[in-house]
């Protein structure tokens, strides 16, 4: 997969492309399923999530991908999967050996060293909601739920010492001092690791592919201790990573006992992030963040995006003059967030959840798979200097007693893997939160102008809905300066309305461009003047497919169309509101005439 880190010593396979592919039947069940029942009579390009394409578009059941591969003798094999939907479920020659039902989320399956030679692998996967096969995703989100392959899958093949990841932590800006902390992908005794020799070199990262000159070479570096293999240097001459010169550096670690070795190259960014005074800083100085919600998702390839359209998201995002995105609402590509370190773009990457409550949060499989993914996040996005904020939870009954200790547990996991970054979640309860404490940012999600003109009582209808804007934004900050968390910073984590692509009308009411041009105009404006307004991800950049359901009656063309473009990225006439305010904006504090 096209994405940091590699291990350029080990063979690695990439298993994208055409596997044999069978659409088993809509009610048959994996744990009754016979060998005799599949009949491989298509094929499917992996990533596709397989009810994206026309074939078995609404399909809701049980589907197989097939692959033979080799499994060279004497080798650790590992499966490397960048994320997939719903319930996958992996076998070998039939053997189970691993479940993947962690939705967009990247993770290792180990293949057991008894295999070796050509197999069968075999990977069944499940896409109906069902919450004692998915805890996580359940219900109907308003985004739609497909099944298989959204992302690219490797198969490692490594010695005894083979090494996982590096994680990489600036520890201060003025030297610059760096911190790294060695994983190995299994544990390696104390007196193992007393036998290898572990070279590291720091060197410049170069777009063109380059070699980048080197900074530093340390040989046996003097590790904290043992059990922790970290240790620190500092970089004198290197850049630090802005948003307008995103400098990025490889470290490369390899190590050899004598018998074996293995090299990783990870990629890290040297900058600290913090708040100060109601406002996020990026080393050290104030930054308003200014961007868009993201779906992974089009209508052609549904959440499995080809390279070049993470590419093409990206530079419309640049085009709109933002600095900022919000990773709605799963962990993300690896690969879109390589390209953000690279365009100096601002992330806030959040744990797969919408609208979680009490039927959730009593569940210990629910609880444990949101532990084990907030875990993965961290790990598979540590050294992405883009990503600035973890969320979870988004919009959770968060103003519910009982939730509390789901709320705990899942700040404590993240917490626990990062200490460096800023933590929030995305509410709807602003008024009546009760764990914000937990928060380094206030994060809200509000819809004034849109979803309380949903008037059952005509009477009470508003009659100018776009002042329900500032109204309202007023209320939240007031509500926030009056609560503890006035020294916080505040973000609108979502705010938009919807706007059908092509649908013009003097009227300008909802529904038309029109209206959403005078709301994102009125949004961005306030944004942008107002410094107790610490930033905002618009909802949202494209429009995107959602309930398959009843629920779509809500959802014109069964599709979320609140997207300043479309879900083919044709602009709507928002765009160039949106572009002009973000990008005078910008050149005022590049002027130094903000902040
Ligand atoms: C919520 C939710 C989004 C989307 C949005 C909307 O805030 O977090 O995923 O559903 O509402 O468009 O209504």
């Known amino acids: 997969m096209k994405h940091y880190p590699y291990y350029p010593e080990r063979s690695v396979l990439s298993l994208e492309g055409l596997w044999d592919f069978s659409f088993i039947g809509e009610d048959l069940e994996i744990d009754n399923l016979s060998e005799r029942q599949i009949h491989y009579d298509d094929f499917m390009d992996v990533p596709m999530a397989f009810d994206a394409t026309p074939a078995y578009a609404g399909k809701q ?4 991908y097939r692959k033979f591969i080799t499994l060279a003798e004497g080798r650790k094999h590992y499966l490397k999967v960048a994320g997939m939907g719903m319930q996958n479920r992996f076998y070998i020659d039939q053997e189970e050996i691993g479940l993947c039902r962690l939705p967009y989320t990247g993770m290792t399956i180990p293949i057991p060293e008894k295999f070796n030679g050509e197999v069968e692998l075999v990977v069944l996967s499940d896409n109906r909601l069902d919450i004692n096969k998915t805890p996580l995703f359940d219900k109907r989100t308003d985004f739609y739920s497909y099944g298989g392959f959204f992302r690219g899958i490797d198969l490692h093949s490594t010695g005894p010492l083979a090494l996982d990841r590096v994680q990489i932590k600036t520890e201060n800006i003025t030297k610059p001092q760096i911190s790294a902390r060695i994983f190995f992908q299994e544990e390696v005794q104390n007196t193992e690791i007393e036998k290898i020799c572990f070279k590291v070199c720091i060197r410049e990262y170069n777009s063109s592919g380059k070699r980048g000159h080197t900074l530093l070479e340390i040989e046996n570096p003097n590790f904290s201790s043992q059990t922790n293999m970290e240790f620190s240097f500092v970089l004198p001459d290197a850049r630090i990573w802005t948003l307008d010169d995103p400098a990025l550096y490889e470290l490369i670690v390899r190590v050899d006992d004598g018998k074996h070795s293995d090299t990783v190259i990870e990629r890290f960014g040297i900058r600290i992030v913090g708040t100060d005074k109601g406002q996020i800083t990026l080393n050290g100085q104030p930054v308003k963040l200014l961007g868009y919600n993201r779906h992974e998702s089009h209508p052609q390839f549904g959440p499995a995006l080809p390279y070049s359209q993470l590419v093409q998201d990206l530079q419309i995002l ?4 933002c600095n900022f995105i919000r990773g709605s609402h799963y962990p993300q590509d690896q690969r879109f967030l390589d390209l953000c370190d690279e365009s100096g773009f601002l992330f806030f990457e959040e744990s797969f959840s919408w609208q979680h409550n009490d039927r959730h949060f009593s569940r210990p499989d629910f609880m444990e798979d949101m532990e084990l993914q907030h875990r993965l996040m961290v790990r598979n996005s540590y050294n992405h200097p883009s990503v600035i904020m973890w969320g979870f939870l988004n919009e959770g009954d968060s103003h519910k007693e009982s939730s509390r200790q789901a709320y705990e547990s899942c700040f404590r996991a993240i917490r626990e893997e990062d200490r460096t970054r800023l933590i929030t979640y995305a509410t709807n309860h602003p008024l009546d939160d009760l764990y914000l404490e937990l928060c380094d940012v206030i994060s809200i999600n509000t819809y004034p102008g849109w979803y309380e003109m949903d008037d059952e009582d005509p009477a009470e209808e508003v009659t100018r ?6 109204q309202e934004i007023n209320l939240l900050i007031e509500h926030k300066n009056s609560s503890n968390h006035k020294n916080k910073p505040l973000i609108l984590s979502e705010i938009g309305a919807g706007a059908i692509y092509g649908w013009r009308d003097s009227l300008r ?3 038309t461009e029109g209206y959403q041009e005078d709301y994102l105009e009125t949004v961005c404006t306030r944004i942008c003047e107002d410094d107790a307004l610490a ?7 494209c429009d995107g497919r959602t309930y398959q359901s009843g629920r779509a009656v809500k959802r014109p063309r069964a599709f979320n169309n609140k997207g300043t473009c479309d ?3 044709r602009p709507k006439i928002a765009y160039t509101a949106v572009q002009r305010i973000f990008g005078a904006y910008r050149e ?7 902040f």
């Open 588 to 594: 005022r504090s590049c002027l130094g005439t903000e």
């Open 567 to 569: 879900e083919y990225r």
């Open 465 to 470: 809905p776009l002042d329900r804007i500032n």
């Open 509 to 511: 009411s909802h529904w």
């Open 318 to 321: 640049k085009d709109l003059n």
């Open 535 to 541: 930033g905002v991800a618009l909802w949202q950049f």
């Open 61 to 64: 059941g049980l589907a197989a």
